[in-house]
């Protein structure tokens, strides 16, 4: 398929709260035949898509990062970019450049591995800051600006990062403003001693990989994305959604609280999660499913981002804020 036909996905209508729902079930199944042990991630990787944002998976290496966001470019279909980041990295390798000919004089864009459906960004943390700036425009604004033109990206267009933990050997922290960019950021955690067993005998993990087969493509997972925009969320839950930001603002342990991007990123979280969890509309257990992996990278905990520590105090006020009844 080619750019322009993707792009032009863009215009597509939504399908309906039931297309959205199916597709949803789709890639759980999917993904979750590789990703063992993991439902909850898996959903929640889903969610990221759906909601129209981006993912951030961090944890320890072997953790299986990689294998869930190849396995979701698997389930998704389209097309896939790879780029792994190490320190000598420079951003037209991630972008694309310009390309002289010699026998007509013309300049010539090569597009770089960002103009894709799915793009797998590994290892973001040791990618240079300078390279890391040249991701903010394609996240954000969904298009590549080269040499004063600008090229769009597919549409859709869901980039799947992994980082290791910060402190690591070679690694460089993500700035703020590249960490507002996700919609949610998640922790992998261990498998359990079953699905370790499983993936040990072949029954999960890089050896069912290779069998994995896309269940979407690019037209209806844009039309997905469209209709979780429209997914209903009654009044007293937006009310109780900026409850729950006021409260990041205003918490003592934490020097920064959540921007208007979260809260806007909170509530299409909560909606993907709907449209995951089955349902036609946003309830309390929605916005409660998604409030820590959408606030806990946005927030700032003694001046410093710290995932982990923002995660406990984002769970402990959404504990406390009152749930709307019905």
Known sequence: MSIEQTVAASAAT??????????????????????????????????????????????????????LAKSLAAALGGKFGRIQCTPDLLPSDITGTSVYSQGDGSWTFRPGPLF?????VDEINRASPRTQAA??????????????????????????????????????????????????????GLPDREAEREILTGRGGNDVFPDLRAVADPQRVARAIATVHHVYCAPALVEYVLDLVAATRRH????????????????????????????????????QAVVVPAFAHRVSVGGVVDTVGAGRVVADIAQRTPVPRP
């Open 135 to 188: 991701l903010l425009e394609p996240m954000e604004e969904h298009q590549v600006s080269v040499d004063g033109l600008t090229h769009p990206l597919p549409d859709p267009f869901f980039c799947v990062a992994t980082q290791n933990p910060h402190g690591q050997v070679g690694t460089f922290p993500l700035p703020e403003s590249q960490l507002d960019r996700f919609a949610l950021v998640l922790a992998m």
């Open 116 to 120: 894709a459906n799915v793009v797998l």
């Open 14 to 67: 939504p399908d309906g709260p039931e297309a959205a729902i199916e597709l949803a079930s789709d890639l759980f199944r999917t993904v979750a035949s590789a990703v063992r042990g993991k439902d909850e991630v898996v959903r929640l990787s889903i969610v990221a898509l759906l909601a129209g944002g981006h993912l951030l998976v961090e944890d320890l290496p072997g953790t299986g990062k990689t294998l």
């Open 252 to 287: 003592p342990e934490l020097a920064v609280g959540a921007s208007p991007r979260a809260t806007v990123g909170l509530v299409q979280a909560a909606r993907a999660h709907a449209i995951v969890a089955g349902r036609h509309h946003v309830t309390p257990d929605d916005v």
